[in-house]
């Protein structure tokens, strides 16, 4: 699966509680990106990242925050969960590595969240 | 609003059939077209992608065409099979490192 990992996989949280989720890949590429998944709407993007604490807000980012401190680990906070963010979370990579360039993003296997 | 609109919801084919999948942009300065294929449980992964200085592109049963003037593009999975039920999203970008805007999905089912 590309070198990427999501933690956790699934969480059950409760309303105004903060959650973080976690990505880390292990292909040392540069971009690095947030999408949620919910039904009708296919994938949304919510934060990219083009490098090491360069980030920027995408289609649906109120609520959300997010830091990348090292290439590998892109994290995605809700600073205090609705209902609405109930989603599957999906993290993206995409960039140059071992000196070639890919074309495509790679997702990682998802988060799903539900807030109660 | 969705800056890319893919048509239909869902998609039900026999074995060996054709499906097809329109997606419909808006914003002129998209310049990257893939298509994803999502299994139940997984992530999506790249099926085929396009460049508007083609208007078609196949790579085995799947193929993209491609209208600039109409700002159109399509999926066609030939000879479909049933491994090929999943979920489809075509999706547009200024570039191919770029923001993505995916389309709502479609669900295909292929039937034995």
């Known amino acids: 699966d590309a070198g990427i990992t999501q933690s956790p996989r699934h969480k059950v949280t409760e309303t105004g509680t903060p959650v973080t989720l976690r990505c880390h890949q292990t292909?040392?590429?540069?971009?690095m990106y947030w999408y949620r998944q919910d039904p009708g709407h296919g994938l949304r993007l919510i934060h990219y990242?083009?490098?090491?604490?360069?980030?920027d807000k995408g289609e649906v980012s109120d609520g959300y925050s997010v830091s990348r401190s090292k290439t590998e680990d892109f994290l995605l906070t809700l600073e205090s969960a609705t209902s609405s963010q109930t989603s599957v979370y999906f993290c993206?990579?995409?960039?140059?590595?071992?000196?070639?360039?890919?074309?495509?993003?790679?997702f990682g296997p998802g988060t799903r969240l539900t807030v109660l | 609003q969705q800056q890319v609109k893919q048509s239909p919801q869902s998609l039900i084919v026999q074995k060996g059939g054709i499906s097809i999948i329109n997606c419909a942009y808006e914003?002129?300065?998209?310049?990257?077209f893939p298509w994803y294929q999502q299994f139940p449980g997984k992530g999506p992964a790249l099926l085929i992608a396009?460049?508007?200085?083609?208007s078609e592109k196949k790579e085995g049963r799947f193929t993209i065409s491609f209208n600039k003037s109409a700002k159109q593009f399509s999926l066609h999975i030939m000879d479909s099979q049933p491994g090929d039920s999943a979920t489809y999203f075509c999706?547009?970008?200024?570039?191919?490192?770029?923001?993505?805007?995916f389309g709502a999905g479609t669900q295909v089912v292929v039937t034995p």
């Open positions: 993206a990579i995409t960039g140059t590595s071992g000196g070639k360039s890919y074309n495509e993003q790679f």
């Open positions: 292909e040392n590429h540069r971009y």
């Open positions: 990242s083009y490098g090491v604490k360069d980030t």
């Open positions: 914003n002129t300065a998209f310049d990257y």
């Open positions: 396009i460049r508007p200085d083609v």
């Open positions: 999706a547009a970008s200024p570039d191919s490192w770029g923001k993505l805007q």
